[in-house]
């Protein structure tokens, strides 16, 4: 199954390609189809709200350990590989600043809460 040392690792991997993707969002080399799906990636790695809520046994860790993943690996293959290399560097050397991570945070739970009146507005 593997060691914790190599899960720590590959969730750390996982980790620093969400900081690539977040740098290389507003690139203008990368293509416009890459940086709507880098938008989408990168909100519901940072959304504090689950596609399937955590505490259901089982499936609740589902959606982390295979849509995130999958995410990332679907969004990486989008964008030029010189634009990665490039990113992937400039990781190495900084991290997202705190603001912009409160600013995605209010933007991801904005958008959770607009969904969730839409929903509520059709039902009633």
Known sequence: MGSIESWREKAKRLRNEI???????GDYRVPWYA????AI???YALSPIDLIP??????GYLDDLILIPAGIYLTVRMIPREVLAEYRQRTKLETIPGKAKWIAAVIIISLWLLVLYLI???IM
Do not use: C
Request: glycine letters at 4%; zero cysteines; hydrophobic letters at 60%.
């Open 54 to 59: 955590d505490f259901i046994p089982i499936l």
């Open 41 to 43: 990636t990168i909100a």
């Open 120 to 122: 509520l507005e059709s």
């Open 35 to 38: 940086g709507a799906m880098t």
């Open 19 to 25: 900081y690539v993707l977040y740098f290389a969002f």
